[in-house]
């Protein structure tokens, strides 16, 4: 069979089975076949090693030893990480499959296989067989810009792809269950809205417990509730200076401020504030401002400036008008008695 046109497949229980074999220790009746010299599992799982061998009808085998990288006279039993995860299916005969559950990222070393058999003067050990094993965690991958109104794909991925595939994963925000699930490892949010943002994370049904770090989903939106104010407020004195403020809600931040006049078809200013120094009576009327990201822009609405004449202009003003009863009756005279 050849081992590397064989694929790992995980379970319903996310049990992870190897089921190439690689032909292993081969003399005088000696045989050892184990499953891929190499398997990536996912964090929480349990790996199963499939293994088998055969050996000289003369012999009573002692042992199946397995043991971790170069510790080759150490059985895994005899650690206490692995005493309460491991478990031999060794029936002394011909199997020496080997389950590993709960694997975390501390697991991924390499593994070696031996049979010890008894023999009238000394032990009988066999040449061990490499395995190695890779734990990796699942991550949160993020599609495209993420832009209010539109469409978002979170994937649950890990570093060497799903073993089935068509995985069952729960989704998770700021730790509670997302209710829009998919069939398969991906989660779609349409017509996204700021309600949306927050920290998204995934699992392995079964394997709730080994979620992948969580991703902060942040949306983009173009600039909204734009506003424009003078400061001083009211009344200005002719000769004197103001500013205008514009502010606006954006992500990312507003690049660009833009200040117009109203019935001017060109902008006067720009920048978050725009001053106006030394006013005239010209610098009166509606002001109003754009703000723009790079989704988009928004218009604030009008605020008006007016200008304060001066003691003496309001004088000249008040005169003015007192002038014009008299006038009035000076020209009503002279035409009547006309």
Request: glycine content about 6%.
């Amino acid at each position: 069979m050849d081992s590397a046109s064989e694929r790992v497949r995980t379970s319903l229980f996310l049990t992870i089975t190897v089921l190439s074999v690689i032909q292993g220790l081969s003399d005088e009746g000696w045989q050892i076949n184990i499953s891929h010299s190499s398997v990536c599992a996912v964090a929480g799982s349990t790996v199963v090693i499939l293994c088998s061998f055969t050996h000289p009808p003369n012999v009573t085998v002692k042992k199946v030893l397995w043991t971790v990288n170069h510790m080759l006279d150490k059985d895994f039993l005899e650690y206490p990480e692995y005493m309460s995860r491991v478990q031999h299916s060794g029936d002394m005969k011909n199997n020496c499959t080997l389950a590993l559950r709960e694997v975390d990222l501390s697991d991924s070393k390499v593994y070696f296989v031996r049979i010890v058999a008894e023999q009238e003067v000394y032990p009988l050990t066999t040449e061990p067989i490499r395995f190695m094993l890779s734990v990796t965690e699942l991550s949160v991958e993020v599609s495209g810009s993420v832009v209010e109104g539109g469409e978002a794909r979170l994937r649950c991925r890990r570093s060497c792809g799903f073993d089935d595939n068509n995985p069952t994963v729960t989704w998770r925000k700021n730790g509670q269950d997302v209710l829009r699930q998919t069939n398969n490892s991906d989660l779609v949010l349409q017509n996204i809205r700021i309600d949306d943002e927050g920290d998204y994370s995934c699992a392995l049904k079964g394997r709730e417990k080994h979620p992948s770090k969580a991703v902060a989903l942040r949306v983009m939106y173009a600039p909204k509730n734009t506003l424009a104010s003078i400061s001083p407020p009211g009344d200005v004195p002719k000769g004197s200076s103001v500013t205008l403020s514009c502010s606006s809600d954006a992500n990312p931040p507003v690049e660009n401020y833009t200040w117009f006049k109203v019935d001017e078809s060109t902008p006067v200013g720009s920048g978050q504030q725009y001053n106006i120094t030394d006013i005239s009576s010209e610098d009166g009327g509606q002001y109003y401002c754009e703000g723009q990201n790079s989704v988009g822009l928004s218009r604030s609405p009008e605020v008006y400036l007016e200008v304060q004449l001066l003691q003496w202009q309001n004088i000249a003003v008040i005169v003015a008008m007192a002038s014009v009863p008299f006038t009035v009756i000076v020209l009503y005279c002279l035409i009547y008695r006309g």
